[in-house]
Antibody, heavy 117, light 108 residues
Framework: EVQLVESGGGLVQPGGSLRLSCAAS????????MHWVRQAPGKGLEWVSR????????TYADSVKGRFTISRDNAKNTLYLQMNSLRAEDTAVYYC??????????WGQGTLVTVSS | EIVLTQSPGTLSLSPGERATLSCRAS???????LAWYQQKPGQAPRLLIY???SRATGIPDRLSGSGSGTDFTLTISRLEPEDFAVYYC?????????FGGGTKVEIK
């Protein structure tokens, strides 16, 4: 069974940093593109970033480019999202998702990030 | 960036009725790389359709996707109680993946 478990969310002040993790199991992590998608409270879905199987290719939404960094450790079956220079508008539930280079086939339950002073 | 516009914002229907959800793109979606997701309150999204018309694993055939170019449709032939939820379209044909704003299907 595919499992994706996010962690690392919490309350952070504007301008601060946070690193999210996503522990994956039930599939061959190193063969799978991975994504981060977020959802602000009461709002729709926003794709954030994706990373290729070996970590050599990444893309980002314009809203986070230059502030967020996606990475992965295939030996640990873990996906990461380093978030710097956080803003109030980054407040959201962050989902880790498995998929191809495009759509997402499996999703975690999400971790809430709140940016507030 | 490709902007996806979903309509209507809310659809009020009764169980057993047919639901037709629209997703319009601001420019052509390459290779019809268009997906649909369902989300219920407090839950993560679930993939329904990819490649505009291919059903994901375990999705019943009362749900179907169609369309090409800039106009896409998700149809639920006969609404079941578990179908009342929010639906999002997503394009993944460009380097920047984008979602539509969602359509809520509610019980009338």
């Amino acid at each position: 069974e595919v499992q994706l478990v996010e962690s690392g969310g919490g309350l952070v002040q504007p301008g601060g940093s946070l690193r999210l993790s996503c522990a994956a199991s039930g599939f061959t992590f190193s063969d799978t593109w991975m994504h981060w998608v977020r959802q602000a409270p009461g709002k729709g879905l926003e794709w954030v970033s994706r990373i290729k199987t070996d970590g050599t290719y990444t893309t980002y939404a314009d809203s986070v480019k230059g502030r967020f960094t996606i990475s992965r450790d295939n030996a640990k079956n873990t996906l990461y999202l380093q978030m710097n220079s956080l803003r109030a508008e980054d407040t959201a539930v962050y989902y880790c998702a498995r998929g191809g280079s495009g759509y997402q086939t499996n999703w975690g339950q999400g971790t809430l990030v709140t940016v507030s002073s | 960036e490709i902007v996806l516009t979903q309509s209507p914002g809310t659809l009020s229907l009764s169980p057993g009725e047919r639901a037709t959800l629209s997703c319009r793109a601001s420019q052509t979606v390459n290779s019809n790389y268009l997906a649909w997701y369902q989300q219920k309150p407090g839950q993560a999204p679930r993939l329904l359709i990819y490649g505009a018309s291919s059903r994901a694993t375990g999705i019943p055939d009362r749900l179907s996707g169609s369309g090409s170019g800039t106009d896409f449709t998700l149809t639920i032939s006969r609404l079941e109680p578990e179908d009342f939820a929010v639906y999002y379209c997503q394009q993944y044909g460009s380097s920047l993946i984008t979602f539509g704003g969602g359509t809520k299907v509610e019980i009338k």
